[in-house]
C-alpha cells in the first residue's frame, strides 16, 4: 500500500547548520515522483523540490537537497545553512504515475515540525 | 509556477452556516484539488476538480457537505454546509502545473474556525 512515513514529529537545528529530515516511502510502482513542502505558521504550503524515481541525480534547489536512496526507499530532505526562516512543518509527498485523470493523487506524511535555534 | 489567490484567508462563522472558499489561478489548468487539514494533522483531499465534469469525492467526503464547483480552468470553489465545530481546519486547493514533473502548487489557505 502507498504509505509515507515521517518519524520526526520535531527537530532542532541551530542557525547555520545543516540539518536532515527523514521521508520513507513504501510502493510496489516503479515510476513515482517524491515531494518535500514547507508549511510556516501562516498556513500557506510552499514546493520546495522534487526528485522523479528515475532521476540518477539527487535532487538541489537552492539550499534544498533531496538524499535520494532508491533501495532503501527514502528521500531524505537535507537544508544546509538553516536560516530562522526555516522554522515550519516540513511535509514528505508521493505520487505513483501510472494514475492518470482524478486518481493523480498525492499521498502525505504527518510531517516533521522544524525550529531553528538562533 | 502558477499564482494561486486563495479567499477568504481565514473566517470566524457559527454553527450552522456555510462558506464559500475561492480559489483563482493566473494560468488555465486541468486539474484542481481542495484539501482539509486538521489542526496539527496532516493534509487530508476532499476532492479532485476538474473543469467540465463533476468533482471526485474521496471516501468520507460527500457533495452535500462539501459542493465544489469548477466553471472554467482558472477558478473553483469550495462550500463548506451547514458547519460544525469540527468543521474548523485549513482548508487549501491546488492545481496542478502540467510538466516534466507535474508539481502541485498551493494556495494559501483559508483558516476556517467555527464556533
Known amino acids: 500500500a502507498q504509505k509515507i512515513t515521517q518519524t520526526q514529529p520535531g527537530m532542532f537545528v541551530q542557525e547555520k547548520e545543516a540539518v536532515t529530515l527523514d521521508c520513507t516511502y513504501d510502493t510496489s510502482d516503479q515510476s513515482y515522483g517524491l515531494f518535500w513542502y514547507k508549511q510556516p505558521s501562516s498556513g500557506e504550503m510552499i514546493f520546495l523540490i522534487y526528485?522523479?524515481?528515475?532521476d540518477e541525480q539527487n535532487a538541489t534547489e537552492g539550499r534544498y537537497s533531496l538524499n535520494f536512496q532508491k533501495a532503501r526507499k527514502s528521500a531524505n530532505l537535507v537544508i544546509s545553512a538553516s536560516q530562522l526562516g526555516d522554522s515550519a512543518m516540513y511535509f514528505c509527498?508521493?505520487?505513483?504515475?501510472?494514475?492518470?485523470?482524478?486518481?493523480?493523487?498525492?499521498?502525505w506524511g504527518l510531517g516533521t515540525s522544524l525550529a531553528v535555534n538562533p | 509556477s502558477a499564482v494561486i489567490s486563495q479567499k477568504p484567508s481565514r473566517d470566524i462563522c457559527q454553527r450552522g452556516t456555510s462558506l464559500t472558499i475561492q480559489c483563482q489561478v493566473d494560468?488555465?489548468?486541468?486539474?484542481m484539488f481542495w484539501y482539509r487539514q486538521q489542526p496539527g494533522q496532516s493534509l487530508t483531499l476532499i476532492a479532485t476538480?476538474?473543469?467540465?465534469?463533476?468533482?471526485?469525492?474521496e471516501s468520507g467526503f460527500v457533495i452535500d457537505k462539501f459542493p465544489i464547483s469548477r466553471p472554467n480552468l482558472t477558478f473553483s470553489t469550495l462550500t463548506v454546509s451547514n458547519m460544525s465545530p469540527e468543521d474548523s481546519s485549513i482548508y487549501l486547493c491546488s492545481v496542478e502545473e502540467r510538466g516534466a514533473k507535474n508539481i502541485q502548487y498551493f494556495g494559501a489557505g483559508t483558516r476556517l474556525s467555527v464556533l
Open positions: 526528485q522523479g524515481s528515475y
Open positions: 476538480a476538474n473543469q467540465g465534469s463533476e468533482a471526485t469525492y
Open positions: 509527498a508521493m505520487r505513483e504515475e501510472r494514475f492518470a485523470g482524478n486518481n493523480r493523487k498525492l499521498i
Open positions: 494560468s488555465q489548468v486541468t486539474m
